[in-house]
């Protein structure tokens, strides 16, 4: 089963490595992504690391 991602969680996710990458990541940040990614899997019934794992891939790419 594919997982699916809404674009709320494409722009959380995109804002974290954003900072990230800037060396700036905020708690708050980091706590939205993770309730948002939570909340999503729990309404989706998908699991929670699979939609984490599949929302940072189509963000940061696939894994080297």
Known sequence: MAIELSD??????TRAW???QAGA?????AIAV???IT???????????EVEMA??????GPAE
Do not use: F
């Open 8 to 13: 709320e969680l494409i722009q959380l996710e």
């Open 18 to 20: 954003e900072e990230m």
């Open 25 to 29: 990541l905020t708690v708050d940040t």
């Open 34 to 36: 993770q309730a948002a």
């Open 39 to 49: 909340a999503h899997a729990e309404s989706t019934g998908q699991s929670r690391y």
């Open 55 to 60: 929302v940072k891939k189509q963000v940061r």
